[in-house]
């Protein structure tokens, strides 16, 4: 319970009045006095300052507003006077009576011997002294200044000074009743009314130890409109935000770990890739490297002969010159070297213009495409990248197709699209490696794709280059071969009327 809010605030309140109380009382101790007679002392002085002004203009004091600003500050201040001129005169008086006159004697003539009084000197100028005097008889405290004038007039003012040891005590002992009593109620009151704050905070609390064990059902059900309430409501806020964030990151957990899985598979891909790419280029290299010794050595002077050696080393470095293009075109595109730099074009001339780049091809594989389009089709793309995919797909069409020979180019619009599709007959694509073909240095026979020089690169850059259009592709399996495709906008009669 000592640890307890309600408890420990309690106890700060009632720390805090008691030093205030505390603070009070050693002040009222050892300034207040000081303070009080400072201050009598300033008044003194001020009448004083007051009578020498009216001396300047009245020197008698004669005129009635004279006597009547005289008497203001005299009655104001609460002081007693006497002024007398230079033959001894009485000139003004205020409440002054015998006791002054007195006074005034004793000053002119020596102290008598039956004086009453003790005098201390108080404050000592050239032209006035201030002192502070007891009656033995009464006990009462005075100050009393005796100044002269440039005039001649000389006078003695006195103010009462209260004994105010007497009135610190018991101001001093009523303020500690007061705070006793103050604190009491005060300690009373501030446990009563924490406990209506403190009770929902412990609930709180409560909560917040459930929220740390992962349970979000329990809700704040106060209905304080104050910052408790505001509190209670961010603490529901946050355990079903904590609620959903934890279900989402149990379903990213799942999806990191298939994706985990789904790398340590491509990296597979990729090592058994390099290794592949290192046998290729390490049979063509021995190749060109043998054959050009030979040459250079005069192995075989045989001119049929020594054109076999120059028709190998050409044709073992072109195929290493293609893949070494081939990578190089997918690293651009695939980290941004590569522009996309939209035009419209015929979609039907750069397809007929692919097909005619690869007639020698086609007369070796004895086969021949079939595509066939009397109209022109423009489409929005970068013709250069379209006319990269195109040969793609019409080479990996050549490259697989089976000994029906048959390859179909066709072209399809519909609703603003353009899909070309090119199709092969052959073996179909399993269907688990329908999404792997498009990883680049994957290979689904890789028996075969070494065989007629593949590098399994081609449809990655197929992807690339319909990625950065942000255009779909894909790939079908049909009856008897499979069908890959892509779309792109159309450009329409109308629309290049208008241009």
Known sequence: MRKSIRYKMAALIVIIMALSMTSVVIYSSLFMERYYTETKQKSIKSVYDSLNHVGKSDPDISSTDSVEQLNRVCETLGVTMIVVDENGNTIYSYGAGKKLADIWRDMIFGRSAEQENTSVLVESKEAYNIYSTEDKTSMDRYYELFGTFDNGNSAIIRMSVESFKESISITNKFYLGIGIIAIIVATMVILIVTSRYTKPLLELADISKKMSNLDFNAKYMGHHNDELGVLGNSMNDMSEKLERAIKELKSANIQLQKDIKRKEEVDEMRKEFISNVSHELKTPIALIQGYAEGLQEGINENPEDMQYYCDVIVDEADKMNKMVKSLLTLNQLEFGDSRVNMECFDIVSVINGVISSMKIKMQEKGVEIDFSCNENIYVWADEFQIEEVITNYLSNALNHVDENKEITVKIVKKNGIVRVAVFNTGK????????????????????????????????????????????????????????????????TIEERQSE
């Open 428 to 491: 179909n694509i399993p269907e688990e490696e329908m999404n792997n073909i498009w990883i680049k240095f994957y290979k689904v026979d890789k028996a075969r794709t070494r065989a007629y020089g593949g590098n399994g690169i081609g449809l990655s850059i197929v992807k690339a280059i319909m990625d950065r259009h942000n255009k779909d592709y894909g790939v079908i399996n049909k009856e008897n071969g499979v069908e890959f495709w892509f779309e792109l906008d159309c450009n």
